[in-house]
């Protein structure tokens, strides 16, 4: 990561942060492992949000501390969509604004996805078939990864410049976002790993494992039990496992609130997964001013 660090720096763009986000390339020139890839990110609208894909330039976009006190905290969220799309509305950044809110720094992550032409189409079709699913996100999973390692050493790295504490850095991820999470927090190094994580609806299809880190990463997990795609036994693998290594672990089953709720309202239990993350965040010392 230590030949990235130049081009990190160089690559912030200059503009006020009161008023435009950042927008960070993680990388110089192609991303590692595809190097070949000829496609250019798009956008669309679907289930009533925006998302994007064919990402092949991963980038951290930077929504700084808002309000009176900046906590010193910083999260970088990694919206789902099954490694065809990103859910960059309810699940990027929506989560961002409430969060900055409430005095942390965020950094929405886009990472790289399937190549496709109608993501939300061909994943569906996909999903009816477990072998042509596999052989479309086997691949690029993997990539997914590096890049959220990578976010992880950029924000630590320059923790100074967004006057974050470097060792109050959180990953939260969703669906497969969670997934991507979870391989973080397993295959981490010193500069590369999360001080807590939160993986929301984890996607257990793709991820990388490995033993549950040493050091200290407190988990905060949340899911519904009438989850389309029946992800709560992905949750309390998870949830068991920070439990048997003894490390600090909250995890939430909600009655209802099925598959992807992010920030939506739909008027189910799982409406109140943002209040119960906040005191998660209270209760761990990670909205008081950092020392």
Known sequence: MK???????????????????????????????????????????????????????????????????????????????????????????????????????????KYRLVHTTDPAKEFMAAFGSPQKLDSLTHPIFPLAMEDGLAAVAYVRKNASLYKINPGRIGFMGFSAGGGVAMSVAYNSTDESRPNFIAPMYAWDKDIIGGPVPKEKMPAFIAVASDDIFRLVPVSVDIYNKWLAARQPVQLIIYQN???????????????????????????????????
Do not use: C
């Open 3 to 109: 030949k990235y660090s130049l081009f990190f720096l160089l690559s912030i763009a200059m503009v006020s942060h009161a008023q435009v986000q950042r927008v960070i390339r993680l990388y110089p020139g192609k991303a590692p492992g595809s190097e070949k890839w000829t496609w250019h990110e798009q956008a669309t609208e679907v289930y009533g949000t925006k998302i994007i894909y064919n990402v092949a330039e991963p980038t951290l976009t930077v929504y700084p501390a808002l309000g009176t006190v900046n906590t010193g905290t910083s999260v970088i969220v990694a919206p789902g969509g099954g490694l065809f799309y990103l859910a960059m509305g309810y699940e990027g950044n929506e989560v961002a604004e409430w969060l900055s809110k409430k005095g942390v720094t965020v950094f929405v992550l």
């Open 257 to 291: 609130g099925d598959h992807g709720f992010g920030m939506k309202k739909q008027g189910t239990l799982s409406d109140t997964w943002t209040a119960r993350f906040e005191e998660w965040l209270e209760a761990n010392g990670l909205l008081l001013p950092s020392k």
